[in-house]
Every structure is written in structure tokens, then in C-alpha cells.
């Protein structure tokens, strides 16, 4: 149940995030609820204090010519025969129903209470009892009051009444005193504020859907142009330039049309321009390059005769053979990296998968480059699981990606120790190579993997040299379906992870070990 819960939670989240006019709707909706409520309260409210002072007034008028009548008709009372006091009020009491009057319904009730004395003669005595205290005791003082109360009708439900009181003779201080009392039930006006209820009810339901109405439709009057924007923005993206936006009429929606057909012609124009220099370029790289390899490998030979002989030359022609020699490895170190991205380029590049010992893959990575890790009094610290870890991958091409990393770590790490390590999970291995020096800032991290890119132009470097490096391997890991990622913080050192499935052709969802260090502090205690 929880789960279903949630689900439908996140569901009606993003359909709440993704469509604008599901969220206009439902403000709309909330606004004008809001305001049709704070409306119909107050009007309602209006409607019954008026109705109600209109019963008030009505009642108030009523019993006052009701008190001037009973003030006749009891003048001449014989106050010491109680049963003709009771025939008196009776009397009174049935003219003054008889009577009737502009307030509707009501009934009466008169009190005849003799001086110093605690008996008292009531005509319907059950109205009398349900008589608020407060009302009693505020027409026995000597003044004429009002109230609301709950008072039982004929079969003994309660029902909102307005009572008045007013006293017909004498005062508090009087010998005797008769009080009157209206009972006006409000039930007609219980009626009328009920249906006017409904009615206000019904009409703010009806104008609050007629007011979500309109903005839902103005809304999609105008959400659907933007929409078709983003439909045809999408597929520019995904390479169909030749889609347009349809021009409809001449308003702001359809300048906007017109603007973004404009821009999309001007991107097709660019991309296109872009594309023959990105073709122009690829092509003479891989000319120049396949170009260069006939000459080149006739003056390795040459120059390899040289160097053999270098021991029968004088020295200063003996050092230049050398030179010669070394940067002729170099060049075709350069010149090997640019057939390789020939080839990435042309999509011709194959991968030879094969199930391969990745520890043993790691040794021999990092045995390869001891020499260049002496040079630098660099440490080299491996750490691997126990277990062999085996993953079907191209091992020259993970060999490589490896020794890159591991020689850029070793230049860039100051002399510190360079960390390797290898850890796998069910689905994916993953190496990663950290080291302590200068480390990359934000932006030089985002160009470190960009072609001929070097975060110090100037750097007197020792290995390979091209600027591809980290370009290739990156396209090595991109063709094992892997990651290459990397992290650097200055004065902090860098860290670069490879991760590949261990099985060819698996897409990955995770690395076993993060690409942020867990601890930062250099060895040796320094920050």
C-alpha cells in the first residue's frame, strides 16, 4: 500500500513538474477557490444579518404595539382574584395571536408577577420555561430585550427562535408587574438562507470552473506553440536540421515562430560549416598521417644505422645521432596517436575483447613504467583485491588507458606517491589513479580529456608529448561501453577512474569505487 503510495506520489510529481498547464489549471483552480469562497462568505454573510434585522426590526415593532394593546386590556385587572387575572391574560394573549403581524409566526407568552409576593400566573407555561435566564431577568429589571435562542417547537424539537421581552406595566421597583413575551420561530428564514446556500454554492462551483475553464484553454492557446517549439527544437538536436516551425498569422506567437526558424537556419549553417571543417580536419589527419609513415620509417632506418654506429663518430656527432634517435621515437609515438584517432574518426576501430586478468593487466602497467616513477622519486601503490578479477575486455587497449594515466599521474605528482587501485562488483571493474600534486581546477578539469588540450602549455614534459593521450583512452573506453572520468582539486592532487563492464556489451549503472577521494590530505600530514 505504501509502495502504490509513493508511486502515485512521484507520478503526479513529475506530471506536476512536466506540464505547465496542468500547473496553471490546478493555481487557477486554487485562486479562484480562494476567491470565490472569501466571496460567497462575506455575501452570505450579508444577506443573513440583513435578513435577520429585517426579522428583528419587524418583531421588535410588532411587540411594542403588542405591549401598548395589552396595556388596555389589562388596565382595569382585579389583582386580587387570580382567577379572573388568569381569564384577563388569557384573553389578551389569544387577541394579541389573533392579531397577527408583519413578522410572521410567532407566539406569546404573559407574565403576571404580584407585589411581595413569589407566586406568579403564566399563560403557556412550557414556552415561559424554555425561556433563556437572561431574558428574564433582563425584562423583570424593566427594559425591553432580545435574543436568539434554541426553543422546542410543538413536538419538542429545537428550533432557532428570536425572543422578545418587554414588561407591559409597572417597572422594578412597580407594586405589580406584567411582562409580555414573542416567541418568532425562524424557521422561513432558516429556509431562505438555505436555499440562497445552494444557490451561492452552485455559483461559485460554476464560476470557479468557468474561470479554470478559461485559463486552461488561453493556457493551451499558448503552451501549444511552445510545445511545438520544443518538439522541433528536440529533433534539431537529434540531427534532423531541415525541421521548421509552422507560422501561423502574425501575432507575438508568431514571431516567435518566425525567430525560431531564423535561428534554426542560422545553427543549420553553422553545423554544416562545422561539420566540412570537422571532415576536412579528420581527412587531413589521416592523410598526413598515413602519409608521413613511408618517409618516416626510411629515416628511422637510416637513423637506426646511425645510432648503431655512433660509437665510430666524434662526439659531438655521436650526441646527434642519439637526438636524432630519440625524437624519431618520439614522432612515431605522435604519429601512432594521430592513426589512432584517424580511426575513431573513420569508425574503423575494432574491439578485440577477450576475458583478461585485470591485477595482472595493473602489474604489468605499473612494472612498465618503475623507471619513469624512479626519475620523478616517485612511489608507486597498488592495491588490488585478493580474488583475480576478470573482465572481457581489449587488454592492449586497457593497457593503455592504464599506462597513460599512470605516466600523467607520475609527471603531475610532484614527487608524492601515486595511488592505484582496483576493485570490482557484480557487473563492473573499475581502476582508479590518484595522485597528490597541483591538481586540475573546475574548468581545466572539463577540457582535460579535449584534443591537443594541456593544462600548462609551457611544461617541460617527459612522456608522449601529443596531447592525445587522454583523448584516445577515452575513446578506448568508450568502445568497452566503460567510463572515463576524472576529478581534480588544486593543491589537492587529481583523480582518474576507468570503469568497464565485466562483461562485453553490458551496460553500466554503477562504479565500484567512487571518483571522488574519501580523504584529501597529502602524505605526510600537508594539505
Given at each position: 500500500?505504501?509502495?502504490?503510495?509513493?508511486?502515485?506520489?512521484?507520478?503526479?510529481?513529475?506530471t506536476w513538474r512536466s506540464s505547465l498547464q496542468i500547473r496553471i489549471g490546478a493555481i487557477t483552480?486554487?485562486?479562484?477557490?480562494?476567491?470565490?469562497?472569501?466571496?460567497?462568505?462575506?455575501?452570505?454573510?450579508?444577506?443573513?444579518?440583513?435578513?435577520?434585522?429585517?426579522?428583528?426590526?419587524?418583531?421588535?415593532?410588532?411587540?411594542?404595539?403588542?405591549?401598548?394593546?395589552?396595556?388596555?386590556?389589562?388596565?382595569?385587572?382585579?389583582?386580587?382574584?387570580?382567577?379572573?387575572?388568569?381569564?384577563?391574560?388569557?384573553?389578551?394573549?389569544?387577541?394579541l395571536l389573533d392579531r397577527g403581524g408583519a413578522a410572521g409566526d410567532f407566539d406569546v407568552v404573559?407574565?403576571?408577577?404580584?407585589?411581595?409576593?413569589?407566586?406568579?400566573?403564566?399563560?403557556?407555561?412550557?414556552?415561559?420555561?424554555?425561556?433563556?435566564?437572561?431574558?428574564?431577568?433582563?425584562?423583570?429589571?424593566?427594559?425591553?430585550?432580545?435574543?436568539?435562542?434554541?426553543?422546542?417547537?410543538?413536538?419538542?424539537?429545537?428550533?432557532?427562535?428570536?425572543?422578545?421581552?418587554?414588561?407591559?406595566?409597572?417597572?422594578?421597583?412597580?407594586?405589580?408587574?406584567?411582562?409580555?413575551?414573542?416567541?418568532?420561530?425562524?424557521?422561513?428564514?432558516?429556509?431562505?438562507?438555505?436555499?440562497?446556500?445552494?444557490?451561492?454554492?452552485?455559483?461559485?462551483?460554476?464560476?470557479?470552473?468557468?474561470?479554470?475553464?478559461?485559463?486552461?484553454?488561453?493556457?493551451?492557446?499558448?503552451?501549444?506553440?511552445?510545445?511545438?517549439?520544443?518538439?522541433?527544437?528536440?529533433?534539431?538536436?537529434?540531427?534532423?536540421?531541415?525541421?521548421?516551425?509552422?507560422?501561423?498569422?502574425?501575432?507575438?506567437?508568431?514571431?516567435?515562430?518566425?525567430?525560431?526558424?531564423?535561428?534554426?537556419?542560422?545553427?543549420?549553417?553553422?553545423?554544416?560549416?562545422?561539420?566540412?571543417?570537422?571532415?576536412?580536419?579528420?581527412?587531413?589527419?589521416?592523410?598526413?598521417?598515413?602519409?608521413?609513415?613511408?618517409?618516416?620509417?626510411?629515416?628511422?632506418?637510416?637513423?637506426?644505422?646511425?645510432?648503431?654506429?655512433?660509437?665510430?663518430?666524434?662526439?659531438?656527432?655521436?650526441?646527434?645521432?642519439?637526438?636524432?634517435?630519440?625524437?624519431?621515437?618520439?614522432?612515431?609515438?605522435?604519429?601512432?596517436?594521430?592513426?589512432?584517432?584517424?580511426?575513431?574518426?573513420?569508425?574503423?576501430?575494432?574491439?578485440?575483447?577477450?576475458?583478461?586478468?585485470?591485477?595482472?593487466?595493473?602489474?604489468?602497467?605499473?612494472?612498465?613504467?618503475?623507471?619513469?616513477?624512479?626519475?620523478?622519486?616517485?612511489?608507486?601503490?597498488?592495491?588490488?583485491?585478493?580474488?583475480?578479477?576478470?573482465?572481457?575486455?581489449?587488454?592492449?587497449?586497457?593497457?593503455?588507458?592504464?599506462?597513460?594515466?599512470?605516466?600523467?599521474?607520475?609527471?603531475?605528482?610532484?614527487?608524492?606517491?601515486?595511488?592505484?587501485?582496483?576493485?570490482?562488483?557484480?557487473?563492473?571493474?573499475?581502476?582508479?589513479?590518484?595522485?597528490?600534486?597541483?591538481?586540475?581546477?573546475?574548468?581545466?578539469?572539463?577540457?582535460?580529456?579535449?584534443?591537443?588540450?594541456?593544462?600548462?602549455?609551457?611544461?617541460?614534459?617527459?612522456?608522449?608529448?601529443?596531447?592525445?593521450?587522454?583523448?584516445?583512452?577515452?575513446?578506448?573506453?568508450?568502445?568497452?561501453?566503460?567510463?572515463?572520468?576524472?576529478?581534480?582539486?588544486?593543491?589537492?592532487?587529481?583523480?582518474?577512474?576507468?570503469?568497464?563492464?565485466?562483461?562485453?556489451?553490458?551496460?553500466?549503472?554503477?562504479?565500484?569505487?567512487?571518483?571522488?577521494?574519501?580523504?584529501?590530505?597529502?602524505?605526510?600530514?600537508?594539505?
Amino acid at each position: 500500500m505504501r509502495r502504490t503510495t509513493r508511486q502515485a506520489a512521484r507520478r503526479a510529481l513529475e506530471t506536476w513538474r512536466s506540464s505547465l498547464q496542468i500547473r496553471i489549471g490546478a493555481i487557477t483552480t486554487v485562486v479562484a477557490g480562494t476567491v470565490v469562497v472569501i466571496v460567497s462568505m462575506v455575501l452570505f454573510s450579508q444577506i443573513r444579518d440583513q435578513l435577520l434585522d429585517v426579522k428583528r426590526q419587524a418583531a421588535i415593532d410588532q411587540v411594542q404595539a403588542g405591549v401598548v394593546y395589552a396595556q388596555r386590556e389589562v388596565a382595569g385587572i382585579a389583582t386580587g382574584d387570580a382567577a379572573s387575572v388568569r381569564s384577563t391574560l388569557t384573553r389578551t394573549v389569544n387577541q394579541l395571536l389573533d392579531r397577527g403581524g408583519a413578522a410572521g409566526d410567532f407566539d406569546v407568552v404573559m407574565v403576571y408577577r404580584p407585589a411581595n409576593q413569589d407566586r406568579t400566573t403564566t399563560t403557556r407555561r412550557p414556552l415561559y420555561e424554555a425561556l433563556p435566564r437572561e431574558l428574564r431577568a433582563a425584562v423583570d429589571s424593566g427594559s425591553q430585550a432580545s435574543k436568539y435562542d434554541q426553543v422546542p417547537d410543538g413536538m419538542g424539537n429545537p428550533q432557532s427562535t428570536l425572543l422578545v421581552g418587554s414588561p407591559v406595566t409597572g417597572d422594578a421597583q412597580g407594586p405589580d408587574r406584567i411582562e409580555l413575551y414573542y416567541a418568532f420561530p425562524l424557521q422561513q428564514e432558516q429556509e431562505s438562507l438555505s436555499l440562497i446556500r445552494s444557490t451561492v454554492v452552485i455559483s461559485g462551483i460554476a464560476l470557479t470552473l468557468l474561470v479554470v475553464g478559461i485559463a486552461v484553454l488561453v493556457t493551451r492557446l499558448v503552451v501549444d506553440p511552445v510545445r511545438r517549439a520544443a518538439g522541433t527544437a528536440q529533433r534539431l538536436a537529434e540531427g534532423q536540421l531541415e525541421e521548421r516551425m509552422v507560422v501561423r498569422g502574425e501575432d507575438d506567437l508568431a514571431r516567435l515562430a518566425t525567430s525560431f526558424n531564423a535561428m534554426a537556419d542560422s545553427l543549420q549553417r553553422q553545423i554544416t560549416q562545422l561539420e566540412g571543417l570537422s571532415q576536412l580536419q579528420q581527412r587531413f589527419t589521416s592523410d598526413v598521417s598515413h602519409e608521413l609513415r613511408t618517409p618516416l620509417t626510411t629515416v628511422q632506418m637510416a637513423a637506426e644505422i646511425l645510432h648503431e654506429s655512433r660509437d665510430e663518430f666524434a662526439p659531438h656527432v655521436a650526441r646527434s645521432a642519439e637526438l636524432l634517435h630519440t625524437e624519431l621515437d618520439r614522432f612515431e609515438a605522435l604519429l601512432t596517436d594521430l592513426l589512432e584517432i584517424s580511426r575513431y574518426d573513420a569508425g574503423a576501430a575494432v574491439l578485440d575483447s577477450a576475458p583478461t586478468d585485470l591485477g595482472a593487466l595493473v602489474d604489468r602497467v605499473v612494472d612498465g613504467v618503475t623507471a619513469l616513477a624512479l626519475r620523478h622519486d616517485c612511489a608507486l601503490q597498488v592495491s588490488a583485491p585478493a580474488e583475480a578479477v576478470i573482465a572481457e575486455v581489449d587488454a592492449r587497449r586497457v593497457e593503455r588507458i592504464l599506462r597513460n594515466l599512470v605516466g600523467n599521474a607520475i609527471e603531475h605528482g610532484a614527487g608524492h606517491p601515486v595511488e592505484i587501485t582496483l576493485a570490482a562488483n557484480r557487473s563492473a571493474a573499475a581502476v582508479t589513479v590518484r595522485d597528490h600534486g597541483v591538481g586540475l581546477s573546475a574548468g581545466e578539469a572539463q577540457h582535460v580529456f579535449d584534443r591537443f588540450w594541456r593544462a600548462d602549455p609551457s611544461r617541460v614534459r617527459t612522456v608522449g608529448g601529443s596531447g592525445l593521450g587522454l583523448s584516445i583512452s577515452l575513446e578506448d573506453a568508450r568502445l568497452h561501453g566503460g567510463w572515463l572520468q576524472g576529478w581534480g582539486q588544486p593543491g589537492a592532487g587529481a583523480q582518474f577512474r576507468l570503469t568497464v563492464p565485466l562483461v562485453a556489451g553490458e551496460d553500466l549503472t554503477s562504479s565500484p569505487l567512487p571518483l571522488r577521494p574519501v580523504r584529501l590530505r597529502r602524505p605526510g600530514g600537508a594539505r
